[in-house]
């Protein structure tokens, strides 16, 4: 296989991974999609941050994570604060019911890739696990 065979390949199985996650998203808890669970991630990892700060970090129009956020906080999911340090300012953070529903499909993704990849010899695991780091570190052609 070529170099452009190879980039067609791991395009068209990227996709396909992107459908299943999609897929797999719905199965693992209803309320939840893929781009609810990412968000609640972030919110998670960050231990809370502002709606324009999620839609900067995913490119996204802020509009798009406006309703992700508003569908976020009927499912009380998620709950506005203000900011300490500035009162005008408003940061998302996750609600109790939030981080339980997060945990628990957090659990069942981790199983579900445990698996899906329990025949894989370690070498092979570590190796995909830095083409994967390698591969998402990558932010794009620099402006310069």
Known sequence: MDATEAVESIQREMTIFARRARASAGRMHPELSLVSYTLLGHLEERDGC????????????????SRQVAALERAALVERRLDPEDHRVQVLHLTETGRQI???????????????????PEEDLARFAD????????SGPQEG
């Open 102 to 120: 997060l945990a628990q499909v957090t659990v069942s993704r981790r199983a579900a890739f445990r698996e899906r990849l329990a025949n894989w």
């Open 131 to 138: 083409y994967l780091v390698r591969y998402n570190a990558w």
């Open 50 to 65: 502002r709606a324009t700060d999620l839609a900067a970090h995913y490119a996204l129009d802020k509009s798009t994570v």
